[in-house]
C-alpha cells in the first residue's frame, strides 16, 4: 500500500517538510478556473566526505467554479549521503517524506468558508509509516485589503497514525505502534505584499488532542518569503519552526527546516 502511494506523490508532488503540512502558503487568489503550479529542487554535492543527492518536487491543482473550490497537493522529498571510497555501502537517507492532500472550501459569504480535507503523509525518518487525517470546520476572514489578509480557522480532525519504534538493545526489535486521536487543528495564516515582487506569508498551526488538551499538542510556524523573478518564475525561501509535546515514538520533540528553491507558475 504504502508503495502505491509513493508512486502516487511521484507523479503528483509538491512540497512539505514537516509534519504538520502548510496548507496557508499553497492557497491562490484566483477567481475562476483551473490554477497549476509545479516546482524542482536538485543538488548534488561529491567531495572527500561521499556523495549527498537532494531531491524536492511539488504540484499544486486548483480548481473554482461558484462558491467551490477543490485544491489537490502532494510532494516528495529526499536527502541522501552516499560513501563513495566504498562502493558496497548503502546510502543513507537524512530525510526521506511524502505526502498527498484533497481540500473542499465552500464559500459561504464574504468572510465565512467552510473547509473538508483529507491528507495521506509518510517520513521515514521520523519512522512515520502512515498518517492519515480527515478534518472539517470554518474558516474566518479578519482582514483583507490590496496588499494584506488575515485569516482563522478552527477544525475537527481525526487521525490515524502507524509508527515504528526501532530498539537495539538490549536486542535488535521493532515495535509497532497504532494512534487514533480527535484532535483541533486552529489555525492563524497572514499574507504581507510588501512590494510588487516581494511578499511575506507566516501561519502558525495548534494541534491538540482532544482528550488531553494541554498533555499532547503540536504547534508549528511558518514563514515564507517569495521574490518574483518574473510572471511566472519565483525564488522562495522558508523556515518552519515544529513542537511536538507527546510524539508517539521517541523522536526530537522540536525540529526545524529551512529551505529555498524556485517555483514555477503554470498558470
Known amino acids: 500500500m504504502r508503495k502505491l502511494y509513493l508512486l502516487l ?6 512540497l512539505s ?3 504538520v503540512v502548510n496548507t496557508e502558503k499553497l492557497r491562490s487568489a484566483s477567481d475562476q478556473g483551473w490554477l497549476a503550479e509545479a516546482g524542482f ?5 561529491r567531495n572527500k566526505a561521499g556523495q549527498t543527492l537532494r531531491l524536492g518536487s511539488r504540484l499544486r491543482l486548483e480548481y473554482q467554479q461558484g462558491n467551490s473550490r477543490w485544491m489537490l497537493l502532494g510532494a516528495y ?5 552516499r560513501n563513495v571510497e566504498d562502493p558496497g555501502s ?3 537517507n537524512f530525510a526521506n517524506n511524502a505526502f498527498g492532500h484533497l481540500r473542499y472550501n465552500y464559500f459561504v459569504n464574504d468572510w465565512l468558508t467552510w473547509e ?3 491528507q495521506y503523509q509518510y517520513d521515514e525518518i521520523q519512522q512515520i509509516d502512515a498518517r492519515i487525517l480527515s478534518g472539517t470546520g470554518p474558516r474566518v476572514k479578519l482582514l483583507k485589503t490590496d496588499t494584506s489578509q488575515l485569516f482563522f480557522g478552527l477544525l475537527y480532525m481525526f487521525e490515524h497514525e502507524e509508527s515504528r519504534d526501532v530498539f ?7 515495535v509497532d505502534v497504532t494512534l487514533n486521536d480527535n484532535r483541533m487543528s486552529a489555525y492563524l495564516s497572514g499574507g504581507f505584499q510588501v512590494t510588487e515582487t516581494f511578499s511575506i506569508n507566516h501561519v502558525t498551526y495548534f494541534q491538540p488532542n482532544l482528550e488531553d488538551f494541554f498533555g499532547d499538542f503540536r504547534i508549528s510556524s511558518e514563514t515564507s518569503l517569495s521574490f518574483k523573478i518574473s510572471k511566472k518564475l519565483a525564488f522562495r525561501t522558508y523556515f518552519q519552526l515544529m513542537y511536538d509535546e507527546r510524539p508517539p515514538i521517541p523522536v526530537p520533540n522540536t525540529m526545524y527546516t529551512l529551505s529555498n528553491g524556485f517555483e514555477l507558475s503554470l498558470e
Not at 506523490?9 to 509538491?14: D, N
Not at 522529498?77 to 549521503?81: A, I, M, P, R, V
Not at 537495539?168 to 521493532?174: G, I, L, N, S, V
Open 168 to 174: 537495539e538493545e538490549p536486542e535488535a526489535r521493532t
Open 41 to 45: 529542487d536538485f543538488g548534488l554535492t
Open 116 to 118: 473538508a480535507f483529507t
Open 9 to 14: 506523490l511521484l507523479f503528483l508532488p509538491v
Open 77 to 81: 522529498n529526499l536527502t541522501q549521503f
Open 90 to 92: 548503502v546510502p543513507r
Open 17 to 19: 517538510p514537516a509534519q
